[in-house]
């Protein structure tokens, strides 16, 4: 919150007590000129002849807090308030204990002030900031009401009446005084006035002046950081995520920040970038059990139940009395199959202690499960009648009545979970299990299929979609998702993870890196036949320069047979480590079928060109067969502009911006392309085309 610089005011009841000429009046004036050295000097000499000199004794209080020597100041005011109580000694006293975070002692101070003196404007300013922290609006009113009139017009004071108007739903009156205080738009006003409205809960509002911050200063972190938190309380997402990102450039082992982030990232359902980030925040402030608590959360929601566990026990040693916590700590415990015993008895024990608790009955039903599912039925049901719309609950019974062989009773659960959920990926998952059992495979294929493009990592979703199309009669389609499905290994992909991930994740660069290598080599000698692993094994190579290795493994990604996804990807690694000419070669052997995928068609388009071949045919048959592909049209646009085709490169970046384009790579072109760049020399160069792929296809 907005404080007063109280430096002139400390100074006035300091001068009221001192006689001109003397040790006091001289330490009060090195004191304004910012000499506080000699100023303390003074004083402590002065005070050695003359214990007993309260206003001495005063100025060396407001000295040493002005040098931050809280510790040694204290017993300075003790020792004056011993020998008088004035007003002024009381003030300054209240905002030495305000300074060390004693508020509840420093309101007792500024009530006595008020009691001696019940115009003291700072003691009643004080008593007003004070009471709009501890959420008491009203009460902030009454003291600047006290005030007299010329004082209520006051910036400060403005800022804080302004406050307490929204807190108490004056919103007119707010408003108006916040467009007074706005008519300044500087960048330390706005900035201020952002600090203030957010303290007020008006965070859209916030985020307008934080934003006007950043455009003045676009390296200002505090700036950067609350847009970001205004953002994300104001329900704006994706723009809270872009400034704390920012924010994350300027201070990248800010563990506040990594924090906010990946609670952002969380709610974005970005479980991957978060856990990394917390992973990071923890290992920089180990000892903060809000970091443990979502850390433990968001690996548990990852399958890394193995990590959730050890992280709870973590955060409870913290935390010990968290009830909730070693709920979910048991929750995570029953799903690594080991020590299953102690976990039930510890959620038992919760649901008995805490019987309107849906929450704990579902998660006693998740670990009663796979050895009691019938009393598992019956503490889902009791889960649902305490919370009706809980989805979790939902998508367990209706996995316990599919394993019961009742299908048509899934369905219900499954349908509803899918409605309030439509784009998780297991949820899907199971509604098109389900509708496959059921003999509806023409129901199933479209809900797959968004499973899919939500999650194309999951293996489950792939055999299922796989055998919806193949009833169906689309035969080439399933047979590229068992391909797929081959891929990324099939069932084992679904093995629970294994403890070690936050371990792995808290390592430096170079050993993340270390283990990453070793990990992929171990998964390519133990299932050679899967290309995914053998794409990250080429990537690998070419990075430490094992041309001849790298080249009979792209050979090798030709004979298993990769879907598009697998082969884009591996012309990509080929495209970035310069080898243009191997990665044309590789997609040349590629199936038609393969080559009907527009992001494929595009990167063959691009390593044409790369190889010193004209692309312009390629690209106009992309832009025919997919007009509304927004990627298409970037890509061409970036080949132009390597060619020094400005004019060009910018009908096709307006065909991508016509499509409402949210592809990264948009605003390197525009960067590019921008009026202010035009009648400067233009880069003929192919390193414009390869700085934008990575943005181009993340």
């Known amino acids: 919150m907005f404080r007063f610089a109280r430096v002139i005011g400390l100074l006035a009841c300091a001068f009221v007590t001192a006689t001109a000429h003397d040790p006091v009046s001289d330490a009060i004036a090195a004191l304004q000129r910012g000499d506080l050295s000699s100023a303390e000097r003074i004083l402590h000499s002065y005070i050695e002849d003359h214990p007993a000199d309260a206003a001495a004794l005063e100025v060396l209080g407001v000295v040493l807090d002005q040098e931050k020597k809280y510790s040694e100041a204290d017993p300075v005011y003790r020792r004056a308030l011993g020998l008088g109580r004035s007003p002024g000694l009381l003030n300054n006293y209240g905002n030495h204990l305000l300074s060390t975070g004693k508020v509840k002692e420093a309101r007792q101070a500024f009530l006595a002030v008020l009691a001696l003196d019940p115009t003291h404007a700072n003691a009643t300013i004080q008593l007003a900031r004070i009471a709009l922290e501890q959420k008491s609006p009203a009460q902030a009113i009454s003291y600047l009401d006290r005030l007299p009139a010329e004082q209520r017009d006051s910036q400060d004071v403005a800022f804080l009446r302004m406050q307490a108007d929204y807190a108490v739903g004056r919103m007119s009156e707010a408003d108006a005084m916040l467009k007074r ?8 006003q706005s900035f201020t006035l952002g600090k203030a409205v957010a303290a007020a809960g008006q965070y859209d509002k916030a985020e307008v002046f934080f934003e006007r911050t950043v455009r003045a200063e676009p390296d200002n972190f505090a700036a950067l950081y609350d847009l970001g938190l205004a953002a994300g309380h104001a329900g704006h997402n994706e723009r809270a995520r872009d400034a704390l990102q920012k924010a994350l450039e300027k201070q990248p082992d800010n563990p506040n920040v990594l924090y906010d982030l ?39 929601d990852l399958g890394y139940f193995g990590d959730a566990v050890e992280t709870w026990d973590a955060y409870l040693k913290l935390i010990p009395n968290d009830e909730i916590a070693r709920r979910e700590r048991a929750f995570a415990q029953s799903a690594t199959d080991e020590n299953v015993e102690p976990a039930l008895a510890e959620l038992q024990s919760f649901v008995r202690h805490h019987p309107t608790d849906a929450n704990g009955y579902y998660e006693l039903a998740m670990a009663e499960s796979p050895s009691n599912p019938d009393q598992a039925l019956k503490d889902i049901e ?88 193949s009833k169906t009669g689309r035969l080439e389609e399933a047979a590229a998702a068992f391909a797929r499905y081959r891929d990324l290994g099939g069932a084992n992909a679904a093995l629970p993870h294994p403890p070690g991930l936050i371990d792995f994740l808290s390592l430096p660069p170079e050993e993340q ?18 290309a995914a692993a053998e794409v990250e094994y080429l990537g690998l190579l070419l990075k430490d320069g094992k041309a001849d290795e790298a080249q009979a493994v792209a050979r090798k990604l030709i004979s298993l047979k990769p879907d598009a996804a697998l082969l884009g990807k591996a012309a990509l690694v080929l495209i970035r480590s310069q080898r243009a000419a191997e990665a ?78 949210r592809n990264h790579a948009a605003d390197y072109l525009a960067a590019y392309l921008s009026p202010s760049k035009k009648d400067q020399p233009q880069v003929v160069s192919p390193e414009v085309l390869l700085a934008g792929l990575p943005l181009l296809f993340p």
């Open 181 to 188: 205080l706005s008519a300044n738009d500087d960048p330390v």
């Open 262 to 300: 990946a609670a952002t990232d969380v709610i974005l359902h970005d479980r991957v970038t978060a856990l990394a980030l917390l992973a990071r925040a923890r290992h920089l402030a180990p000892n903060r059990p809000e970091i443990d608590l979502l850390l433990a959360r968001t690996a548990g």
């Open 382 to 469: 009791r889960a649902l009648a305490l919370k009706p719309n809980l989805i979790p609950a939902h998508v367990t019974r209706g996995l316990l009545r599919y394993r019961q062989g009742k299908p048509e009773a899934a369905l219900r659960d499954f349908e509803f979970a899918a409605q309030h959920e439509p784009t998780n990926a297991v949820i899907l998952d199971r509604l098109g299990e389900t509708y496959l059992a059921l003999g509806r495979p023409g129901d199933a294929v479209p809900v797959l299929q968004r499973a899919e493009a939500s999650d194309s990592k999951n293996p489950n979703v792939l055999l299922h979609l796989g055998r919806a199309l």
């Open 513 to 530: 890196q270390a283990r990453y290598r070793a990990g992929v080599e171990r998964t390519v000698a133990s299932n050679p036949d899967s």
């Open 584 to 661: 044309l070669q590789l997609l040349d052997q590629a199936s038609q079928g393969a080559m009907s995928d527009p992001q494929l068609a595009t990167i063959k388009a691009i390593a044409t060109d790369l190889t010193g071949q004209n692309s312009d045919t390629q690209f106009k048959e992309i832009e025919t067969r997919w007009p509304k592909w927004d990627a298409g049209w970037i890509a061409h646009a970036l080949v132009l502009l390597s060619r020094g085709q400005r004019g060009a490169a910018q009908h096709d970046f307006d065909n991508a911006l016509a499509l409402d384009t």
